[in-house]
């Protein structure tokens, strides 16, 4: 069973920056890509980021592009998001996920069957 771990959430003010972290057990983490999807109250989840199982091909919602980044550690088993700019609406809870097959490419429409808790994230005015 794939486990998930977020970390690195809080408050913040607007132009502030965060970085959130996803730690992964339970398979081959490197053989499998991994996105971040946000949802804020009242609001569906919707995605934030993808990364591909060789780290070479990321993906990000037209919202976040440019101030967000998503990266991989496979020696580490983690998946980060590197938050800059922040904006009050980008106040969310962030769960990082993974794809259900190996060697995907972190896209917006994958098949994600992995969740983890999820982190909150905080952005004052």
């Known amino acids: 069973q794939v486990q998930l771990v977020e970390s690195g959430g809080g408050l913040v003010q607007a132009g502030g920056s965060l970085r959130l972290s996803c730690a992964a057990s339970?398979?081959?983490?490197?053989?499998?890509?991994m996105g971040w999807f946000r949802q804020a109250p009242g609001k569906e989840r919707e995605f934030v980021a993808g990364?591909?199982?060789?780290?070479?091909?990321?993906n990000y919602a037209d919202s976040v592009k440019g101030r967000f980044t998503i990266s991989r550690d496979n020696g580490k088993n983690t998946v980060y998001l590197q938050m800059s700019s922040l904006k009050p609406e980008d106040t969310a809870v962030y769960s990082c996920?993974?794809?259900?097959?190996?060697?995907?490419?972190?896209?917006?429409?994958?098949?994600?069957?992995?969740w983890g808790q999820g982190t909150q994230v905080t952005v004052s005015s």
């Open positions: 990364i591909s199982w060789t780290g070479s091909r990321t």
């Open positions: 339970g398979r081959t983490f490197r053989s499998y890509a």
């Open positions: 996920a993974a794809e259900k097959d190996p060697y995907g490419l972190g896209s917006p429409n994958s098949f994600y069957n992995y």
